[in-house]
């Protein structure tokens, strides 16, 4: 969840105001929280004031660099060059948290403190962590079986094997595949 929330921000596609006007959904471009300037990704996820306030509640990593960027691809190239792997997750999950805050206000519900939204994100990270210690426990697992249990495919058969990566630093997604007949 929080890896393909990322992919969508980083990609420019979440449904923010300015998206939605690009595509002639709305007229209004306004940031629905602020109302300051138009909502695209950078602005709700880290230049938006009840942004910052999250934010100044968080890492003291990110508190340093809660401003500028209006480009969220380097806002995020500048934390992945500075930060760890778990405060880069930190953000991630604090982004994404921060995206489903502003969506439950436009459907009318009441604004999360910050402290709160704070308290949520520890509680997600944990169970991001967890999941993904589970991933890499089954891909091992997955690794050593196939290559135990490989049979070639009958005659007239293909196998076909593939995997994909996701580049967020240079915007690049990679596919391989191997497809193998005996
Ligand atoms: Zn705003």
New binding site residues.
């Given amino acids: 969840m929080v890896k393909m929330f990322l992919w969508r921000a980083l990609n420019n596609l979440l449904s923010t105001k300015g998206h939605l006007r690009r595509k002639g959904v709305v007229q209004d471009s306004a ?1 629905p ?2 109302g ?2 138009e ?1 695209n990704v950078a ?2 996820l880290w230049n ?2 009840p942004a910052n306030g999250v934010w100044g509640c968080g890492s003291i990593k990110f508190q340093k660099r809660c401003c500028g960027g209006t480009n969220f691809f380097n806002i995020f190239e500048d934390i992945v060059k500075r930060c760890d792997r778990f405060d880069v997750e930190r953000f991630a999950v604090t982004g994404r948290r921060l995206w489903l805050r502003r969506n439950a206000v436009i459907h009318g519900e009441p604004f999360v403190h910050p402290n709160q939204i704070m308290r949520e994100v520890g509680a997600a990270i944990e169970d991001f962590q967890r999941a993904n210690m589970v991933d890499e426990h089954e891909t091992r697992q997955a690794q050593k079986g196939d290559s135990a249990l490989w049979q070639p495919p009958p005659v007239n058969s293909v196998k076909i094997n593939w995997d994909a990566t996701v580049d967020h630093r240079n915007g690049r997604i990679r596919l391989g595949c191997v497809v193998q007949n005996s």
């Fill in positions: 940031c929280l602020c300051l300037e909502e602005h709700v938006c004031p």
